[in-house]
């Protein structure tokens, strides 16, 4: 669950954070998670359990897997979010942005095609716009012809980068979500052995990249801990032991417009939520 706020002279002394963040520096800053959730309704105390440990002004749910008309609304205003913005449906998919803060209307893009929530996007903070996106998985399959999924995930990022090609990269933006796509070499813990691995596969890479730069797009974790620093944000439920084995991905995301860079004050990754009882 990473965060951004005003950057401090010297950047964090690391990427994460197993316990209690450092508080946020001032009633000004603004401190934004981002979490897959895998279940929004399913997780209602993790929600709680991460405003305790984290203290963040604004989470950003994807994967909430609830149609609107059931959206925990009373039950998120309790943890302290009372502003809330959704975009469900019955099974998968599904975002949400949850705010301690006034929020405006939001709004979203159909892209990819199918219809599915993936995407929402509101005013935040007194002009801020704040886009919550989830890319599709892509299954497990490289291959756009054979595999229904991976093409959808190729034909979501495609669009979702002509979209920002086409607005003006002044404004104050931040995009945050699970974007499925880790894209440089120490973003997985092994670059030549994920070559082949829906996530990591070069076309995934180069359009994650393209899209970085259709908007002149801040990746803010790099921004404060360039390659070759090794940073994963999601470890397999399939390793027994996964602190030992370390097999991560950084399939999580924040990016700021460079309106927004001088603002920037530090990203965390709450690593120690990854054991807490039925993570996601």
């Not at 032991?241 to 950084?250: F, K, L, N």
């Amino acid at each position: 669950m990473p965060s951004t706020m005003r950057r401090p002279a010297t950047r964090p002394s690391a990427v994460y954070a197993e316990g209690r963040l450092p508080p946020a520096p001032g009633a000004k800053s603004l401190r934004i998670a981002t979490w897959n959730i895998n279940s929004v309704r399913l997780r209602l105390g993790l929600i709680g359990r991460l405003a305790r440990v984290a203290d963040p002004d604004i989470i950003c749910l994807q994967e909430t897997k609830c149609p609107d008309e059931l959206f925990p609304v009373e039950a998120l205003a309790k943890l302290g979010y009372p502003h809330q913005a959704f975009r469900g449906e019955k099974g998968y998919n599904g975002v949400a942005i949850l705010s301690r803060r006034p929020i405006g209307e939001h709004a979203r893009q159909p892209w990819g095609g199918l219809g599915d929530s993936r995407h929402i996007y509101l005013e935040v903070a007194g002009g801020i716009e704040l886009h919550n996106v989830y890319v599709p998985a892509g299954g497990d399959i490289p291959n756009a012809k054979t595999n229904a999924k991976f093409a959808h995930k190729l034909r979501f990022l495609s669009e979702m980068t002509a979209w920002w090609q086409d607005r003006p990269a002044n404004a104050r933006r931040i995009l945050a979500g699970d974007l499925n796509v880790a894209p440089y070499e120490n973003d997985v813990w092994s670059h030549k052995q994920l070559l082949d691995v829906v996530s990591h596969t070069p076309v995934e890479v180069d359009l994650l990249g393209k899209c970085l730069a259709a908007h002149r797009w801040i990746d803010v974790s790099r921004r404060f801990f360039p390659e070759p620093e090794r940073i994963y944000s999601w470890w397999s439920y399939r390793n027994r032991d996964w602190r030992a084995s370390d097999r991560g991905r950084r399939l999580d995301h924040i990016w700021v417009t460079p309106a927004l860079d001088p603002q920037l004050l530090g990203f965390y990754i709450l690593k120690g939520a990854r054991d807490w009882p039925t993570p996601s």
